[in-house]
């Protein structure tokens, strides 16, 4: 039992690590050299959120800084500082787990979007107080929305997909005997 | 085993809490080394980007072709209106052809009579596009040629017909062309044919605006615009693109390059422009023996 649940664990650790880096490698391809006039969502993010809200476990601090670090350098983003700001998220979006699991989906995204836009806006206050180049406000912001939107088809997806969902009051007590 | 979870999570907490702070600060430590010592950093994301893009290289291809196939197959859809497109363009192209001809003869005979050998030293290396920089806000392409390669940064890329960008970060092989496009660029310019110097300045947007040009009335839409190799960064003379004006009146840089299809690159070595550094000096036949000087006088008269 507990092998088996170790294994489960790992799996979808190394799940979650694959889905980032499927997202990075799609960023990555090579398919329009023009500048865009929008901004797709910031999927990494909306995942992590997603997982940590749900099953913290799958999603640990260190695996999100990697993967985000990771993605820093891929997409030319001064390293270290995005990583930062949604680690800092996560936590603050995982300390408030306890009381939005037995909500329904509307307080939670709320509380998501809450995070989001106070990242960003820190994001680009302290790039900033910095002198760092900028990208332009709105395609930023465009970004975040689209994030936002997209933070239910993440939730929806990896609920129907991968089996991540909410501890429900009868599953806690199932996991506790589990493990 | 419910029953030692709990104690055990209880120790945890704050060790869990101790290795976040740790990570967080980690991670703002690499921001703040980053905004001290950029170069530095930079090095070491060139080499990260050597490191992993290649490990994706084989997936990227057949991805990319297969992207682009579905794309093209949507435009199946318009093929009739498309192909009397084509053909009506094609026929204009045949006179151009014509021209370019006479007009390739034509030069062939003058460099001829001038005697020219243009720079035997402007030669290329040919790069395929691996990747581009993944997020909207840089316009960025990774190359397959490095410094194995013997690719330095700051030379300029080129695709069949006008300048793309320039060679910022070189790992060992993986090279980053900043675009034109990208917010970061800055070309200096020369704007044919009335010779005004300015600078091109890339603003995330698909044709970058000309900023300081001397005199704008002089520039029309439609002119040309080639490197002016100021600052001896870029050999001077490439063609970059044409003069066009947008709606408030501000003059634009249509880019000659095909930006929609970027596959291979053409990465100029550049040796450097030679620069005059010292004032004139007297010009005097070297100092040479007494006797062999007479001996030559002798043999003169």
């Known amino acids: 039992m507990v092998e088996r649940d170790r294994i ?14 499927v997202v990075i490698f799609w960023k990555l391809l090579p398919l329009d050299a023009l500048p865009r006039a929008w901004a797709g969502p910031d999927l990494i993010v909306a995942l992590s959120f997603a997982w940590v809200l749900r099953r913290p476990e799958y999603a640990p601090p260190v695996l999100i800084a990697i993967i985000l670090l990771l ?47 106070v990242i960003t806006l820190s994001y680009r206050l302290i790039m900033a107080v910095l002198l760092l180049d900028q990208a332009p406000l709105g395609l930023h912001l465009l970004e975040m929305v689209m994030t936002l939107l997209a933070y239910p088809l993440v939730v929806f997806a990896s609920a129907v997909v991968l089996g991540i969902r909410k501890i429900k009051a009868g599953d806690a007590e199932s996991l506790g005997l589990r493990t | 085993m419910a029953r030692d979870r709990t104690p055990s999570e209880d120790f945890t907490g704050p060790l869990k809490r101790l290795l976040l702070g740790v990570l967080v600060l980690c991670l703002l430590g690499v921001f703040l080394l980053w905004r001290i010592d950029s170069p530095r950093v930079e090095r070491f994301r060139a080499q990260i980007v050597d490191h992993v893009v290649p490990n ?4 990227m291809a057949p991805v990319t072709g297969f992207v682009n196939i579905v794309r093209d197959f949507q435009s199946y859809e318009r093929i009739h209106q498309q192909n009397q497109e084509l053909r009506r363009e094609l026929q204009q192209m045949k006179a151009w052809k014509e021209a370019a001809l006479q007009l390739e003869q034509e030069n062939a005979r003058l460099l001829d009579l001038n005697n020219v050998r243009l720079d035997p030293r402007l030669t290329f290396v040919t790069g395929v596009v691996m990747a581009d920089s993944g997020s909207p806000f840089r316009q960025s392409l990774i190359l397959n040629v490095g410094a194995r390669d013997g690719i330095v940064d700051g030379w300029a890329a080129m695709d069949g017909l006008g300048l793309v960008g ?28 009335s010779g005004q110097t300015a600078l091109v300045t890339g603003d995330n947007t698909a044709a970058p605006p000309i900023d300081f040009l001397e005199d704008a009335g002089q520039v029309r839409p439609g002119d040309r615009v080639i490197t002016s190799g100021d600052g001896g960064v870029f050999p001077a003379g490439l063609l970059v693109g044409r003069v066009a004006e947008d709606p408030g009146g501000r003059m634009r840089l249509r880019l000659s390059a095909d ?38 006088e002798n043999g003169d008269g």
Request: overall charge positive; proline content about 8%.
């Open chain 1, 8 to 21: 489960r664990l790992w799996s979808l650790r190394m799940a979650f690590f694959g889905v980032c880096v």
């Open chain 1, 71 to 117: 993605a820093d350098f891929l997409f030319q983003r001064p390293p270290g500082l995005w990583a930062a700001l949604v680690l800092l998220g996560s936590e603050a979006l995982k300390s408030r787990a306890p009381l939005l699991r037995d909500m329904t989906f509307v307080p939670e995204w709320l509380t998501v979007t809450v995070v989001l836009v």
């Open chain 2, 56 to 59: 994706f290289e084989w997936a």
């Open chain 2, 166 to 193: 320039r060679i910022s970060g070189v790992g060992e092989n993986t090279a980053r062309v900043v675009l034109l496009t990208d917010s970061s660029s800055r070309i200096p310019v020369i704007v044919q044919p």
């Open chain 2, 259 to 296: 930006y929609e299809r970027l596959e291979f690159l053409r990465v100029l070595r550049d040796h450097g422009t030679e620069s005059i550094v010292s004032p004139g000096q007297l010009i005097a036949p070297a100092p040479r023996p007494q006797n062999a000087g007479s001996v030559s």
